[in-house]
């Protein structure tokens, strides 16, 4: 044990004196390659986001540590003031993942939905907001619903696996609770991901007595860009014609997505009834009502070529300026755009927080009246997937603003 101690001890301090790093200063580590830029942003998340389950779990290794002896040795006492330090930045990102309730309080007073926003005294804080394993109570999963014809089943190259959707519910609604709709698309760069995504903002609506649906589409590089936009519009399609059928009401739909899933969502919602993205159903009617973009793509010249090639499959080397504009939802807002919700974290270093900047400052330019925009101070790319304080203030705010806008048709 006399090597062991010290040696687990270190790794640990050292993890954690890491996680703390990269959340105070989430640009001063910013490696190339998309993994390790991930594995940062799940650091930095760790500290923040995950923060309480991170100190119980720290303060359960230093009575661990303590009660084998470890502070016997030279090597652990000496780290011991890096560990204190790491744990206040932990404490440190516990205090501010709670204070992202005040930056979606503010925008609610204008309407008046802001006094049962839950404070860290409510049981429900505990109990869910603070939940790593938060569930969905008296929520219902339809799965592996098949949103495509048999025709376009058989035209399409990979398997039909990808043509599928979940809907989440509350277990009281039924055909006739003529409930609003909202459909999620998943994240994952275009090319991963899946609709099983345990995303606490999913079964939070569905908790809300939203009907929820989640949604599956053909990846890059196997099926190119825009590939992924014609299916979403497939799986709108579907849910306007079946939704009723689960509690859904198909006069109100809004769409939203994270990441990758938010660029198309953002793309969707921005080109209704266009033709070409809509193969063998270009009658059907594709307008939502509202959209919600997570840490969203919007304007594809900051991934230029990469995404002109690999995710879309187009010829290196050819002008790809007209396809990139035409799919970035920065260059598609109109006077008539429904209203849009955007969230992006300041600390994400996988999409710029400037995406989210300059593509507010387009739409307040264009239809001020139909866009809410919050940044959050020190998120990452992923924070939204975990469950914690900020997530869940960010799908009370999510559930607030979507029923505004099913309301009154505009933003706060």
């Known amino acids: 044990m006399g090597f062991f101690i010290p040696f687990f001890y270190t790794l640990f301090t050292l993890f954690h004196t890491t996680c ?7 640009f001063a580590i910013v490696p190339t390659s998309l993994m390790a830029k991930a594995f940062l942003q799940f650091m930095s998340a760790l500290n923040g986001d995950l923060g309480v389950t991170l100190l ?4 359960i290794m230093f009575s661990v540590w303590y009660y084998n002896g470890a502070y016997d040795y030279w090597v652990v006492s ?8 790491s744990l206040l930045g932990n404490i ?14 503010e925008p609610l007073k204008k309407i008046g939905k802001n006094q049962d926003m839950p404070d860290m005294f409510s049981p429900i804080f505990w109990t869910r907001y603070n939940n790593p394993l938060f569930f969905g109570k008296d929520t219902v999963v339809t799965s592996n619903v098949s949103y495509a014809t048999e025709a376009e089943k058989k035209s399409i190259s990979t398997h039909d696996k990808f043509l599928r959707l979940d809907i989440i519910r509350h277990s009281s609604l039924g055909p006739n609770s003529n409930r609003p709709v909202f459909i999620f698309i998943h994240g994952g760069a275009w090319s991963s991901g899946h609709k099983t995504t345990p995303y606490p903002l999913l079964k939070a609506l569905a908790q809300d007595k939203w009907v929820v649906v989640s949604v599956d589409y053909r990846l890059a590089p196997v099926d190119p860009y825009p590939a992924a936009l014609v299916d979403a519009k497939r799986a709108l399609r579907w849910v306007k014609d079946n939704i009723k059928g689960y509690g859904g009401d198909p006069s109100f739909i809004s769409v939203g997505g994270n990441s990758a899933g938010g660029h198309i969502a953002g793309v969707l919602a921005l080109t209704p009834n266009e033709k070409e993205y809509q193969p063998g159903f270009e009658q059907v009617d594709t307008r939502v009502n509202a959209c919600v973009m997570i840490n969203a793509v919007t304007d594809l010249n900051t991934l230029a070529g990469w995404f002109a090639t690999v995710v879309s499959g187009r010829r290196p080397g050819d002008d790809h300026t007209k396809f990139l504009q035409s799919h970035s939802p920065i260059f598609l807002v109109q006077k008539e755009s429904v209203p849009f919700l955007t969230f992006h974290g300041e600390s994400d270093t996988i999409v710029p927080h400037e995406n989210a900047v300059k593509f507010t400052r387009k739409f307040e330019g264009i239809a001020p009246e139909k866009i809410t925009s919050i940044s959050l101070p020190r998120a990452t790319h992923i924070y939204h997937i975990l469950s914690c304080p900020r997530t869940h203030y960010q799908a009370f705010f999510i559930e607030r603003w979507l029923s505004h806008a099913h309301k009154t048709g505009k933003s706060l």
């Open 20 to 26: 703390f790093v990269v959340y105070a200063k989430p």
């Open 56 to 59: 119980v779990t720290r303060l």
């Open 78 to 85: 000496a780290l011991l003031p890096l560990s204190v330090c």
């Open 92 to 105: 440190m990102g516990i205090a501010e993942s709670f204070d992202s309730r005040k930056i979606y309080s």
